[in-house]
């Protein structure tokens, strides 16, 4: 098999089953509805939705992008998701 040929393959079988183990984040317009979608967990702010970054509750930003959300700490972070400003809430 060509070599161009054998990287197509091999990208064809490792491609799909990538995608299949993204995790959704289920982002809401409202703080209430997050906390009852994770009673247990701490809600945060999306910066953007689907951006893969999230202010902390008392952050400056929380609550404040234009094109944020609310969602589940615990999700994001299993999703890849990481606290805007290396961890520290920006005050």
Known sequence: MKP???VLAVAALVLPAAGAQAK???EFDF???AQKHCPKDTVVWS???GGGLFHAKG???YG???DGGY???KEAEAAGWHE???GQPQR
Request: a positive charge.
């Open 47 to 49: 910066n953007v939705r």
């Open 31 to 33: 703080e209430a509805a």
């Open 84 to 86: 805007y400003g290396g």
């Open 71 to 73: 969602l589940c700490r």
């Open 64 to 66: 404040k992008t234009t």
């Open 59 to 61: 952050s400056k930003l």
């Open 24 to 26: 959704e984040v289920k």
């Open 4 to 6: 161009f040929l054998r």
